[in-house]
């Protein structure tokens, strides 16, 4: 089928990507000072300081069409993010492929929204909007997939300059787009590289000469030195301290009976090379867990009852501390430095196979004390005699790492808590901390895209000075934010 295209995809221009299985272009940007991954995470659409919020609702209607998808926006301010309608009325918007001006054509089971991301890609100081459509069709080669871009402005958000991105060489079944990510991984880039994992690798694009350009792509089904990996996940964290973000590919091994196996590739000013396998899973995060200055990384790794994968566990969180050198104190199997289950001692719960912990995960300041805290999916968790009702873990950050000191655990039988327990709404499938109202604290949102049958439910816990609370939380759907919410999966991705 044919695409519009509000700008195109120019031809690779500088060298993004060292080492062994990259394929690389050729030439050079201009200098352009490094940064953090904490400055690269940021969601601020319009550069007031507040964190907003992107919601993918990749089952939702746009143009009549069934699971074409969509995204919300909510934008952050003193009192937080809010709704379209009802009592807490924030300044929120809803984008498709149906929305004037974003490139493409709505058409069912496209699954715009299924992944998103963030970052400033044009380096303007406003972040934008990364929304993947791995189900979308190119020509007759179905769910190849497609990226498109919304970018940010003083006014937020906005459709006139998005541009849509595909595979170098797209193909039937490739599922381009099934994870993204955004992040400095080199100052040669003016601004932020977007990741995009394919069921083979992940394609980089920069921008240059006002236009998002193919930058390299990474080869993670043949990657000499490691194992053969299919993708599931992108995170990205300075792991060294060198100012460059590095790039964790995360998925399942095709070598280990579908074991989670990940490939660490360190940035740095040549760009982006091979650095290492680590054991890992499908749900990844980074944060600064201890406040020594590195990024930290935090694998989700849930049992699955159907095969081998962490039997019995009920579902594992594995923990690698950043240092002076990444991971290379890491032995040659890539075992953990930590690993967390519902049987460690003061984690709350008991474990339990089909639990899912750790089926999301997120990492970042909950109660203001300078330590990234990790908030941990369960949505497999049975509440009671009520089966797969869901639940999220909260485990707190300190300068000696990851601690089930504080601990605390929320369901929707939680105190406090909307809504009512139920078989089968995997409350905490996914999770995300975001600061929204800018005080230093960042509030828990929890989703469960399969409540009321697969309309999707988010709900805000907020946060205090110890740590995330039941009091005062509430949640809200796709209809909440002017946006059709019948069978939407509303909350099936939120940016982290």
């Excluded at 690389?24 to 904490?38: D, E, L, N, R, Y």
């Excluded at 303007?124 to 871009?149: H, M, N, S, W």
Aim: charged share 20%.
């Amino acid at each position: 089928m044919t695409h519009r295209r509000s700008a195109t995809v120019a031809a690779a221009s500088f060298l993004l990507l060292t080492g062994a299985a990259v394929t690389t272009a050729p030439g050079a940007f201009a200098a352009a000072s490094g940064g953090t991954h904490a400055a690269d995470r940021d969601s601020d659409f319009d550069g007031d300081g507040y964190d907003d919020v992107l919601t993918g609702a990749p089952g939702g209607t746009d143009g009549g069409h069934g699971s074409a998808g969509y995204v919300t926006v909510q934008y952050g301010s003193a009192s937080g993010v809010g709704t379209a309608t009802g009592t807490r009325r924030g300044r929120t918007a809803v984008f498709g492929q149906d929305t004037p001006g974003v490139p493409g054509t709505a058409e069912a089971g496209d699954g715009f929204g299924t992944a998103v991301a963030t970052g400033d890609l044009d380096a303007d100081g406003y972040d934008d909007a990364v929304v993947a459509a791995p189900g979308e069709d190119i020509g007759t080669l179905k769910d190849a997939g497609r990226v498109t871009v919304l970018f940010g402005s003083a006014a937020g958000l906005g459709a006139a300059r998005s541009v849509t991105l595909a595979a170098a060489a797209p193909g039937a079944g490739a599922g381009f787009g099934l994870a993204v990510a955004a992040a400095r991984f080199t100052g040669a880039a003016p601004g932020v590289v977007l990741a995009v994992a394919d069921r083979q690798g992940a394609d980089l694009f920069a921008y240059g000469a006002g236009a998002l350009e193919a930058a390299g792509r990474i080869d993670t089904t043949g990657a000499p030195g490691g194992e053969r990996i299919q993708p599931a996940s992108l995170t990205t964290g300075d792991y060294d301290g060198d100012g460059d973000a590095d790039l964790v590919v995360s998925g399942r091994s095709l070598e280990e009976d579908g074991t989670g196996r990940s490939a660490v590739y360190a940035g740095g000013a040549g760009g982006l090379a091979y650095a290492r396998d680590l054991a890992g899973g499908p749900a990844t995060a980074s944060g600064d867990i201890n406040g020594d200055g590195y990024d930290d990384l935090v694998h989700g790794r849930p049992d699955r009852p159907e095969d081998v994968y962490e039997p019995l566990t009920g579902g594992t969180v594995l923990v690698y501390p950043g240092g002076p050198g990444g991971f290379e104190d890491v032995d040659e199997l890539g075992t953990p430095a930590q690993v967390w289950a519902q049987y460690t001692a003061g984690v709350p719960g008991t474990a339990e196979l089909g639990d899912a912990f750790g089926a999301d995960v997120s990492l970042a300041d909950v109660d203001g004390d300078g330590y990234a805290d990790l908030a941990v999916g369960t949505p497999g968790e049975d509440v009671g005699t009520v089966p797969d009702a869901g639940a999220v873990v909260v485990l707190r950050g300190s300068a000696g790492g990851l601690t089930a000191v504080g601990a605390v655990s929320f369901h929707q039988d939680s105190a406090g808590v909307p809504g009512t327990a139920e078989k089968g709404d995997r409350w905490g499938g996914q999770v995300r901390l975001a600061d929204t109202d800018g005080d230093g604290r960042c509030e828990l949102l929890a989703a469960a895209p399969g409540e009321n049958t697969s309309d999707g439910v988010v709900w805000l816990l907020p946060a205090s000075a110890a740590g995330v609370v039941a009091g005062g939380s509430w949640s809200y759907g796709g209809g909440s934010l002017a946006a059709p919410g019948t069978g939407a999966r509303f909350g099936a991705a939120i940016d982290e």
